[in-house]
């Protein structure tokens, strides 16, 4: 009887500490807030909204001194980006990298940095990777020194993982592994997560003639692939993805180092039957509802998955690809492109 009872209480206990364990996680989506748009809302203006959505978290793509003002005393997360273009003199030189900490981290020491993340998507072998690994290790440095702990990482785009499919094939390629061995092997050591940009959107349309859209769009509701290396079971591609890279991760000795998802995101404009808003719409929302709940990867199960939505607005400035202006939870007058619901 008092075993029972000591069961049902342990058992008690145990539900009370699963249920305050996803409170804790719930928040671990957050958006892009790009501003290369002539027609954005101000940085506070942009606060608020986020604070009104109960969006605690969000990526800067540079240590914009606006955006870092109105972040302040907010409680929202941010992943800090360092532009690709101050990269190389950070990495050649401490002081630089002492002087960037001190300007954009410790000068807002009422702003919450998650991550600082050393470049976005640089093309890996080239010039400038090779500035990487001595970038991450002089902030981490400054920091250490100013007795802070913020993980220093970098943001990759998923095109440097090749083989994968099926996802347990996913690897760096020759060329890519010998920039990506020492900052995995760094990240290992730090205990810090590898960021990765992750696009479905991107493989199923460049791959319609394999790729099926509801596989793409969270619907599939049925397994669609079986893992053929380890005979794991993938519904959707967006895990499909992760995993591949985790693959990836551990052939160069990345065994439990976490993967963020800095960038996800669907277009909805510009991109014929693909890009439409209802499209866009059903990407965005199951994928915030899957990475927030505690399912994981098939790889990687029982954890939500930290990610960032690309992106907060339309932005009318980035001109690259026109597809690019329109992956906005947002218009710039603050108007819901779709409604999205964060939780
Ligand atoms: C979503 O995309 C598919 C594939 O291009 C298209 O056929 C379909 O019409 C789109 N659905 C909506 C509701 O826009």
């Known amino acids: 009887m008092d075993s029972i009872i000591l069961f049902y209480k342990i058992s008690f206990f145990a539900v009370l500490l699963i249920s305050s364990h996803m409170f804790a996680e719930a928040g671990n989506v957050g958006v892009n807030y790009g501003r290369r748009g002539s027609d954005l809302p101000s940085p506070t203006a942009v606060i608020n909204l986020l604070r009104s959505r109960n969006v ?3 990526r800067l793509f540079s240590p914009d001194q606006d955006a870092l003002n109105a972040l ?3 409680g929202i997360g941010v992943v800090l980006g360092v532009p690709n273009e101050h990269i190389q003199s950070i990495g050649n030189d401490p002081n ?3 002087n960037w900490i001190w300007n954009n981290v410790l000068s807002f020491d009422d702003v919450e940095f998650r991550y600082i993340s050393v470049g976005n998507e640089i093309e890996i072998p080239s010039d ?4 990487i690994l001595p970038a991450i290790k002089n902030l981490n440095n400054a920091l250490r020194a100013a007795g802070r702990t913020i993980p220093v990482s970098t943001t990759i785009s998923f095109g440097l993982v090749v083989d994968s499919f099926p996802p347990s094939s996913g690897r760096f390629s020759d060329s890519t592994q010998n920039v990506m061995r020492p900052i995995v092997e760094f990240l290992v050591a730090t205990r810090s997560p590898l ?3 992750i696009y479905p959107y991107f493989s199923y349309n460049g ?10 769009l969270f619907t599939a509701n049925r397994v669609v692939v079986t893992d053929s ?3 794991l079971q993938y519904t959707n591609l967006f895990d499909a993805m992760t995993d591949a890279a985790y693959a990836a991760i551990e052939k160069v000795g990345g065994d439990g180092v976490d993967i963020v998802i800095t960038e996800s995101g669907w277009p909805s404009g510009e991109n014929g039957d693909i890009a439409t808003i209802p499209n866009a719409s059903t990407y965005v929302n199951n994928l915030i509802s899957h990475v927030s709940g505690t399912s994981g990867t098939p790889k990687r199960p029982g954890k939500s998955i930290e990610t960032y939505i690309f992106a907060l607005f339309n932005e009318n400035m980035k001109t690259a690809d026109r597809i690019e202006q329109h992956f906005g939870l947002y218009y710039p007058d603050m108007g819901e492109v779709y409604p999205v619901t964060f939780r």
């Open 56 to 58: 605690d978290r969000i």
């Open 72 to 74: 302040r005393g907010s």
């Open 96 to 98: 630089f990298a002492g």
């Open 128 to 131: 400038m990777s090779d500035y």
């Open 195 to 197: 960021l990765v940009n």
């Open 207 to 216: 791959n319609q003639q394999q790729i099926q859209l509801d596989y793409a």
């Open 229 to 231: 290396g380890n005979q």
